[in-house]
């Protein structure tokens, strides 16, 4: 019995520490690391794909639950497992065992800082949950997934995100410490455990990673269990365990402080370059392309013919900032095309789903915000005349905050 | 003027910045449908790279360029590519050089029986193809289509055209250029631990000596 809970323990850590070597991640300064498990395990994950488990993709990317995801976490859990063996039960191993476990804990809690860091800051500068585009603000609430509404709701409050973000930081530097780790552990599995929760309960697929990150903080959480359970359950007093020294005594203090600010430095390059570069520090106030925005439909006419409303082909558009054309139909139905803007000529250029490229004529009125098109459908030519919207000022983007309720009835 | 604006537009709009979301959720933010959620993913539509877990994405934003095009065989072609970074909507593009910092990054990739890219069809049709693509900045009539024929790149089109051949030096291109901020980051992240290193060698040493004098 003792034997294969020290098993699998092993097999958890090893896992655990692969995962973390070959789980593609977007490394600003390290871009080799996002092919690792690609050149390394591609021709395997597509034998086992194909031949052991029978089925068969064209989507074959290591990217957030995908399939083939799943399939590489599988097959390092299958490397752990042999690892584990061939290690397990050797006389040198177990002589190194406790101080490798304890240099893999070192390895995990810094990988862990380093994602809260990652997400954290992500949130404070708001581009993680970035404000709703327009067109989702005018997308009726049932129509919408549970990922996306959840997704869209937390964009909307700016303190919300601060405070989650500010939660996550501190958790990130309190794990980085050894003196706080074990404080850092505890609130690292308390909101690894709600994100896990809202992963799996708002279907956003990143089940798998945040799952995993959960797994890393439980590692870490683990050896505390037995003492918190005797000081809180048992209501005795109880001490924490001594976590082993990573590096030994002789282990010279500039090489230690040489190795950390190399960690560190990493991580701050990694977290903040892309903000300092783009100079974004609060994705809603970032300015938003040309002709961004909601448009609703005044005029339609076919061939000088006016349209009466329910014969309208659409009755809003919204311009995305990602390059979209999205028109929403008389049922709240919404069909998006990549769009290109020839400012020159005044013309868009559209593209659907399936490739079929279309151009369409637009004139802006920049003083009243009317914004009219021109195009051809079924062979006739349409001319829509709308205005912007001020999506802004809808009730979903004011910061409102009322102390009492008496406030709101002023 | 007039050229910049419009290349400008065009450049500008069609982008790869996103906002920190799931590959699903950045599709479903533009109004696509779950419907073609998969039909996206597959060719490759979606305006979100890599390996996504929810977080912000680099802010560069990265273009593709088809540099060349060149004929093996009936079946087997070469993609000659370059990359083009810029930052935020309004800068221009810079090409992404190699690690001289002189001449363009070039990536080669090897395509067997692609139903576009293939000696098999007139070279007209092969443009009309590459300009249907969504994935490149340029339009086919910059790319240079060449055959291989013993060891030599023959145009197969516009023989007045300069060839250019994957690897040849172009002048450098001036403004930002990504692996050079990177590799920037990287020495100065050498030269943080190595001075804390030092310092902390002091210390230890300052240390000692006045454990010693007491």
Known sequence: MKYLRSYAATVVYFFAFLAILFIPGKLLLLPFQEKLADGLFGGLLTFFSESIFHFHTTYREISSDSAYFYLLLFLLLLFALLLAVVVEGKTKWMTIRTRALAGL?????????????????????????????????????????????????????????????????LAALLLLFKKSRHVGALLATGIMVNIVAINFGFDISVKVYSSFLLLLAFILLAPLLRSLYVLLVLRKQASLPAEPSVFNRSFPLAYKAGLKTLIFGFM???????????????????????????????????????????????????????????LQDTRDQLKDYRLQINQVSGQFHLMDD??????????????????????????????????????R?????????????????? | MKTKILSLFFLSIIILQVNAQTKLIAHKSHGGSEADF???????????????????????????????????????????????????????????????????????????????????????????????????????DSVKILRLEHGNYVPVEDEENEIIVPGAPVPPSGG???????RWSWLVVLLMAVTVSLLAKHYERSGAASRIKA
Request: no cysteine; charged share 20%; aromatic share 14%.
């Open chain 1, 268 to 326: 701050a390059a990694e977290v903040f370059f892309p903000v300092i570069y783009s100079g974004n520090f609060n994705d809603d106030l970032a300015e938003r392309p040309y002709l961004h925005g909601a448009y609703e439909v005044d005029l339609a006419t076919v061939e000088l013919d006016t349209l009466p409303k329910e014969a309208w082909p659409f009755k809003r558009f919204f311009i995305h900032r990602n390059g979209y054309l999205i």
């Open chain 1, 105 to 169: 804990r070192w390895i995990f809690a810094y990988y862990l800082a380093f994602q809260l860091l990652q997400y954290g800051f992500d949130k404070l500068f708001k581009g993680q949950f970035y404000m709703p585009e327009p067109n989702i603000l005018y997308t009726p609430f049932g129509q919408m997934g549970k990922d996306i509404l959840f997704w869209s709701t937390m964009g909307t409050s700016y303190v919300y995100n601060l405070f989650t973000g500010l939660l996550e930081v």
């Open chain 1, 393 to 410: 000022q809808l009730p979903a983007l004011r910061s409102d905050f009322h102390w009492t309720i008496d406030a709101l009835a002023d």
């Open chain 2, 176 to 182: 930002i250029n990504q692996s050079l901020l990177l």
């Open chain 1, 354 to 391: 399936h490739q079929q490229r279309s151009k369409w004529s637009y004139d802006h009125r920049e003083a009243d915000s009317t914004l009219t098109v021109q195009f051809k459908m079924a062979g006739k030519p349409y001319r829509l005349q709308a205005r912007g919207l001020n999506w």
């Open chain 2, 38 to 140: 998969q039909l996206a993913l597959e060719q490759h539509l979606l305006d979100i790279d890599g390996s996504n877990y929810g977080l912000a994405p680099d802010p560069l934003l990265v273009e593709v360029q088809l540099d060349s095009l060149i004929f093996v065989n009936d079946t087997t072609s070469i993609v000659v590519t370059s990359l083009f970074s810029k930052l935020g909507h309004e800068s221009e593009a810079v090409q992404v050089l190699s690690g001289d910092g002189q001449t363009p990054k070039f990536n080669r990739d090897t395509v067997y029986n692609h139903p576009d890219l293939t000696a098999k069809l007139p070279i007209s049709d092969v443009k009309k193809r590459i300009n249907l693509m969504s994935n490149y900045r340029n339009p086919a």
